[in-house]
């Protein structure tokens, strides 16, 4: 039986009218524009496309920028990225395929994956690409898969579930959640950020021999790394929390545990005892007192080290003393402005950010949870799955969202295709799943994928 996708229709959804807008990407969103991000949500019963390219054009007409180009300008100083909310528009195509939902949900992260229209992002700087691409797929048994794919440049996860709310009260006729654009996001930056900060930047420039290296880990990932989804139940979670939370003395979330757990157990898989470095990104829209409606990339990260031999408890605890203690010792966006102005814009291309060292094996993980996902709603429909769709083949990135109907947690995870084969084996999984009991429920996502650890 084939499963390859069929085109259906093809057009281009735009909100009918144009402000003409133009907003100044700031550094942040510069270091980030040769990046995209895709996602797919998978619903059990069809979409109506029409109400959707209805929707989705109201929807713009709040978040123009998503309809929108970029254009890059030669300064003096270098190039300055700038977004032009000109409703250039967004290409909306439904598909077929002979396949069933739960088949589609099982290559969701594959490498390739036919559910999203991944933005072409380096084309995009110059204006030749959309800024947001969206695909519709149609399955065999009556499901339906929204691949979405955006320009990171534009903005963050956040960002993105905006317009997806949006997109999500303009299709059931409610009223639609308020944005803010940022028509410079340096100057905003600027107004707000305290005068001193962590004083650490988050990028480096790296040597000649190690940029050419990092250069091939990219261009070789497709086929040197794996990805693996791995699903822990709600009881897992809290058993983790009460264990780990005894041992470092402190009342610890689940995202904290979640991440002390799988960082030490993918280490101790691997049989590597160094001392490694964890990244964390932090959305700093509470800790500034930026308002939750505003769009672009407001994100700074923690970083800490990871010493296996202290143990997944103490990693969990100075996790959660980071995030408390995030303004005054890991926030560092005013020491990322200083350093990439000082710099020059002329040699943005040159820095890559602390969190991207794959040959030091330094762990990043982005925790989705708490977005909403499966809080929005299409013609009455809430998702039954929400997931990142092969974003990055780089070794050493985690992405975790809430797992199948919204049940426990779902880790995305790319790794050396060794390490992942040994992450699926038994041993794999009784280590990942050592807080799980012989009473407990199969999670729900292990149910319906049968790929997933």
């Known amino acids: 039986m084939t499963i390859w996708p069929q085109l259906r229709r093809s057009r281009t959804v735009r909100a009918g009218r144009t402000t003409d807008r133009v907003l100044r990407l700031g550094l942040?969103?510069?270091?980030?524009?040769?990046?995209?991000?895709?996602?797919?949500?998978?619903?059990?019963?069809?979409l109506d496309e029409d109400r959707l390219a209805a929707g989705l054009?109201?929807?713009?007409?709040?978040?123009p920028v998503f309809a929108?180009?970029?254009?890059?300008?030669?300064?003096?100083?270098?190039?300055?990225?700038?977004?032009?909310?000109?409703?250039?528009?967004?290409?909306?195509?439904?598909?077929?395929?002979?396949?069933?939902?739960?088949?589609?949900?099982?290559?969701?992260?594959?490498?390739?994956?036919?559910?999203?229209?991944?933005?072409?992002?380096?084309?995009?700087?110059?204006?030749?690409?959309?800024?947001?691409?969206?695909?519709?797929?149609?399955?065999?048994?009556?499901?339906?898969?929204l691949g979405c794919s955006w320009h990171h440049a534009i903005g963050d996860l956040n960002s993105f579930m905006l317009l997806l709310r949006i997109w999500s009260a303009a299709v059931e006729g409610e009223p639609l959640p308020a944005?803010?654009?940022?028509?410079?996001?340096d100057a905003l930056l600027a107004a707000?950020?305290?005068?001193?900060?962590?004083?650490?930047?988050?990028?480096?420039?790296?040597?000649?021999?190690?940029?050419?290296?990092?250069?091939?880990?990219?261009?070789?990932?497709?086929?040197?790394?794996?990805?693996?989804?791995?699903a822990f139940t709600d009881a897992e979670i809290t058993r983790m929390r009460e264990e780990f939370g005894a041992a470092a003395g402190r009342r610890l979330s689940s995202g904290d545990v979640l991440c002390a757990h799988l960082v030490s157990t993918l280490r101790d898989l691997d049989e590597d005892p160094a001392e490694r470095m964890l990244t964390v990104p932090?959305?700093?829209?509470?800790?500034?007192?930026?308002?939750?409606?505003l769009l672009g990339n407001l994100l700074s990260e923690v970083h800490l080290p990871h010493r296996p031999k202290d143990g997944p408890a103490a990693l969990a605890g100075r996790l959660r003393a980071a995030v408390e203690e995030f303004p005054s010792?890991?926030?560092?966006?005013?020491?990322?402005?200083?350093?990439?102005?000082?710099l020059g814009r002329g040699r943005l291309g040159e820095c890559v950010p602390l969190g991207f060292d794959p040959q030091a094996r330094r762990f990043s993980f982005s925790n989705w949870s708490g977005f909403g996902a499966y809080r929005v709603s299409f013609q009455g429909q809430r998702p039954v799955f929400f997931s990142p769709a092969a974003n990055y083949p780089i070794p050493w990135v985690c992405w975790t969202v809430e797992g199948y109907r919204g049940e426990g947690f779902l880790s995305t995870v790319v790794l050396p295709a060794?390490?992942?084969?040994?992450?699926?084996?038994?041993?794999?999984?009784?280590?990942l799943h050592r807080f799980r009991t012989a009473a407990d429920a199969p999670p729900a996502s292990a149910v319906v994928l049968p790929k997933v650890v």
């Open 28 to 46: 942040m969103d510069t270091m980030l524009a040769d990046l995209s991000v895709s996602v797919v949500l998978c619903f059990e019963r069809p």
């Open 57 to 63: 054009a109201l929807a713009l007409g709040r978040v």
């Open 68 to 145: 929108g180009r970029l254009r890059t300008v030669r300064q003096a100083d270098g190039e300055r990225l700038e977004a032009l909310c000109d409703d250039s528009g967004v290409p909306l195509e439904v598909y077929t395929v002979d396949g069933t939902l739960a088949e589609a949900m099982g290559r969701v992260t594959a490498a390739g994956t036919d559910l999203v229209d991944p933005v072409t992002a380096p084309a995009a700087r110059t204006g030749g690409a959309p800024l947001l691409t969206v695909r519709l797929t149609r399955t065999a048994d009556g499901g339906t898969v």
């Open 179 to 185: 944005a803010e654009l940022v028509d410079d996001q």
């Open 192 to 230: 707000v950020l305290p005068a001193e900060d962590c004083g650490r930047p988050g990028f480096r420039v790296p040597s000649a021999g190690e940029a050419e290296l990092l250069a091939r880990e990219l261009a070789l990932g497709p086929r040197a790394n794996r990805t693996v989804q791995i």
């Open 282 to 293: 932090v959305n700093v829209r509470r800790w500034l007192g930026l308002s939750p409606e």
């Open 329 to 342: 010792t890991h926030l560092n966006l005013r020491a990322n402005l200083g350093f990439l102005a000082a």
């Open 418 to 431: 060794r390490l992942a084969a040994r992450v699926r084996g038994a041993e794999g999984r009784a280590a």
